[in-house]
């Protein structure tokens, strides 16, 4: 029975040594180690042994599986790393080749306009100062000199989180924030930019908006006048929507500054002829403005006997509108890459 076994171990490990593939390898083991394989069946023989014999021969079966067993497993691992390394080979990659060309996105419009006047009023010598959008009533409208149940309130539809706060329904609520970091004892040149809500919605409004709101105090007697205003918005304006732009001030109100002056600029697509776009008149509202109001510098911490000056404000989402010439605001905001796309790089040609 000995022999036997050496026998088996020797045949066995020749078809292992000479198995091809894995397929023939996993014939091997059936035959030898499998259920009804040649080792097994000498297992199953083993009954006819005597009690003295069956120990060794056990042990001695169960040695031989053993090596066997582990010679098929090693022979299959070289197999298996020879087809790994024949899918390498073949799936090799040749990183020399060009790569595809990466999508570039391009600036959304607002974000370009946004920079433009930033860059603009910096190069006057202007801050950017930013303000929250979650405002206090005091902030947005009472230190505005609007205050509560003042009917100018009413041009301004606002969206009320309680009696105390507000989503900011204009930037000139930083005017106030400003005028109290600097604790009336300095001047102040500054431009804020962000957004602003409205309970508004349709083809030229949206519910949340942009605005730039100016502020520029000094001392009375270094004399900013209204012509430094007038000055300041044309240099705006026109930098924004063309040299050859007019403006007009008409008087207007706004309980923030006294006088008030809306601005209005020719229209860019008629140049001022009249068309649909500004309903035959030749001419655009574009901004509110004015000289700031006693009470707001009073009420800020600047005194009106020595400190003076102007603000304005203005919407960007129209200014973009007309300076790409976009028919309606909401697609600003609807994120369609396909609506992006169109104003890639157009303002530097
Ligand atoms: N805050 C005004 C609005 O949202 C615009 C405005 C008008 C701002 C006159 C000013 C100003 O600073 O002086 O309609």
């Known amino acids: 029975m000995k022999d036997q076994i050496l026998s088996i171990k020797e045949n066995a490990t020749k078809e292992i040594n000479d198995a091809k593939d894995l397929q023939s390898l996993d014939g091997v083991r059936v035959k030898y180690l499998g259920k009804k394989g040649e080792l097994t069946s000498v297992l199953r023989g083993m009954g006819a042994l005597s009690p003295e014999e069956r120990p060794i021969i056990g042990s001695l079966v169960n040695e031989v599986r053993d090596t066997l067993e582990e010679l098929i497993s090693?022979?299959?691992?070289?197999?298996?790393?020879?087809?790994?390394?024949?899918?390498?080979?073949?799936?090799?990659?040749?990183?020399?080749?060009?790569?595809?060309?990466?999508?570039?996105?391009?600036?959304?419009?607002?974000n370009r306009t946004i920079e433009e006047i930033e860059d603009l009023f910096i190069s006057m010598g202007y801050e950017v100062i930013e303000g929250p959008e979650l405002e206090t009533d005091e902030f947005c409208f009472e230190r505005l000199n609007l205050p509560k149940g003042h009917p100018a309130r009413d041009m301004q539809d606002s969206f009320y989180i309680n009696d105390e706060y507000v989503l900011r329904a204009q930037t000139s609520a930083v005017q106030a924030r400003t005028m109290l970091k600097y604790g009336g004892t300095r001047p102040i040149k500054m431009i804020c930019v962000g957004k602003t809500y409205r309970r508004e919605d349709d083809a030229t409004h949206s519910h949340q908006f942009n605005q730039v709101e100016g502020l520029v105090i000094d001392k009375k007697e270094n004399k900013v006048s209204l012509a430094d205003l007038k000055g300041t918005l044309e240099v705006f304006v026109r930098k924004m929507l063309g040299e050859n732009t007019q403006l007009r001030f008409r008087p207007s109100y706004f309980p923030f500054t006294e006088p008030s002056y809306e601005v209005d600029c020719t229209c860019f697509k008629c140049g001022g002829k009249g068309c649909n776009l500004c309903k035959q008149t030749g001419w655009i509202e574009v901004l509110g403005s004015g000289i700031v109001h006693p009470n707001v510098l009073r009420m800020n911490g600047y005194d009106p006997e020595v400190w003076g000056g102007f603000a304005f404000g203005t919407g960007i989402d129209r200014m973009a509108m007309f300076k790409y010439g976009i028919p309606d605001m909401r697609y600003l905001y609807t994120n369609d890459v396909r609506f992006l796309k169109q104003f890639d790089r157009k303002d530097i040609d």
């Open 74 to 110: 090693s022979k299959e691992n070289s197999f298996k790393q020879a087809e790994l390394n024949k899918k390498l080979e073949k799936e090799k990659i040749d990183v020399t080749l060009p790569s595809k060309k990466a999508i570039r996105g391009s600036e959304h419009p607002l």
